[in-house]
């Protein structure tokens, strides 16, 4: 609106021209990335920039599952970079998809701010770029993403309230930097200090992958054996398995989306020695639609009014994880039986209601399900994400109840 309203300005002024001139050049690439001409091929890249986990893999493999899915398959080449967490080496990846005459890029942005630059560029020469899961503030990107959804300030609520709002705790953090790190831990800090009671006495980085949190929470476990409680990013796997080696009495942990996980919090026996916990964070299936999303804009069938757009918040307590039977989570399941899928297989991967092109097959080995086809994207894909400085925008102002809770009441005095 801030844009349309300047162009009247303008107009008003008698400089339309120069108007028009400030719209091609900013006015957050609706010009180039709504109007363009309907192709027969698209060239897509899969821009990652970390990688390694389990998360990333099935984010990267439901893109690819999608790109093999009629009829895609016939519309899209798709090529996948990883440039790693330096930011620069994921700018000169930019660069180059840009001198290839990329029409779309699908990334996982490394840093919020410092991919500016090259990302304004791809937009003045027309490549579409839609983040997934993290965030850039460069208003001609989309970012499609959960992060303003809360899982910082409601995970740590529920954390606080199940310690009685009292107790040692460690915050586990994921890839330094990164916007998706620093919109969690914000939130988790907003409830934290609420509580004088609550001390971390560890705070220290899992990168989101589970072998490494696993070594990291046994040095702290060894440092610190008088914890309580866990505040955990993705993860939160190698955190149970780390205090499951201590031979310790287990704690409540928060955490993200591993099957092990989950199912960690339904075993009767883990809960008898302590474990509760909430299952929540990031869903890889942000990755297709952002996919799905891009596509249908380069295909002329939908014109986005909005370049932030929020997924919704996973949020599974402990007391209602259900076991799946199937390949597909089904009848309100949401975890996958032991040896099914590996302890770090990333659950929250699948949405019936916007990508029913997927199964265990495309989250696991990126092929397509045998038999689907590209389904659109129902009228109501589409949830506004509020601004958050630093994170989804940059001259724009933080609502007053950013940190609100959503998901989890106050029970902690």
């Not at 866990?230 to 780390?242: L, R, T, V």
């Not at 295909?299 to 009014?305: A, F, I, M, S, T």
Request: proline share 7%; with cysteine.
């Amino acid at each position: 609106m801030k844009s349309f309203k300047s162009v009247q300005r303008w107009m008003f002024a008698g400089a339309l021209a120069g108007a028009m001139a400030m719209v091609a050049h900013c006015g957050i690439g609706v010009a180039h990335a709504q109007s363009k001409p309907k192709k027969d091929k698209y060239l897509i890249y899969l821009s990652l920039s970390y990688s390694g986990n389990a998360w990333q893999s099935e984010a990267a493999n439901v893109v690819k599952a999608l790109a093999k899915t009629p009829p895609y398959d016939k519309l899209v080449e798709i090529r996948e970079v990883i440039s790693g967490t330096d930011v620069q080496a994921q700018i000169s990846a930019y660069e180059s998809m840009i001198a290839a005459n990329a029409d779309g890029v699908i990334s996982f942005p490394v840093s919020p701010t410092a991919l500016n630059r090259v990302v304004k560029r791809g937009c003045e020469k027309g490549t579409l770029f839609f983040m997934y899961d993290a965030t850039v503030t460069e208003p001609c990107a989309y970012n499609v993403s959960y992060i303003t959804a809360g899982f910082g300030e409601n995970t740590a609520q529920q954390l606080v309230n199940m310690l009685h709002g009292k107790g040692n705790i460690f915050v586990i953090r994921g890839v330094p930097g990164n916007s998706v790190d620093k919109r969690h831990v914000d939130g988790a800090m907003s409830v934290f200090k609420k509580y004088p009671d609550i001390h971390v006495i560890a705070d220290y980085s899992g990168y989101w992958d589970d072998r490494t949190e696993q070594q990291e929470t046994a040095k702290a476990l060894a440092a610190h054996p008088d914890v309580d409680g866990i505040w955990s990013e993705a993860g939160e796997d190698g955190a149970i398995k780390a205090l499951l080696a201590s031979g310790r009495k287990l704690i409540p942990v928060t955490g993200e989306n591993s099957n092990g996980f989950r199912l960690a919090l339904a075993n009767p026996e883990m809960r008898a020695k302590g474990l509760q916990g909430v299952s929540s964070g990031s869903p890889p299936a942000t990755a297709a639609f952002a996919f799905k999303l891009m596509m249908e804009v380069l295909q002329g069938k939908r014109k986005l009014d909005t370049h932030n757009i929020e997924y919704p918040l996973p949020w599974v307590p402990g007391d209602q994880v259900k076991v799946c039977t199937g390949d597909k989570p089904e009848n309100g399941c949401n975890a996958f039986p032991a040896g099914k899928v590996p302890d770090s297989f990333v659950t929250e991967v699948f949405n019936p209601h916007l990508l029913p092109e997927l199964s265990l097959r495309s989250a696991l080995n990126g092929e397509p399900t045998p038999g689907q086809t590209i389904q659109p994207l129902p009228i109501d894909a589409i949830v506004a994400a509020p601004d958050q400085p630093g994170i989804n925008c940059q001259k724009c102002t933080q609502r007053a109840d950013a940190y609100r809770l959503t998901k989890v009441s106050v029970t902690a005095k």
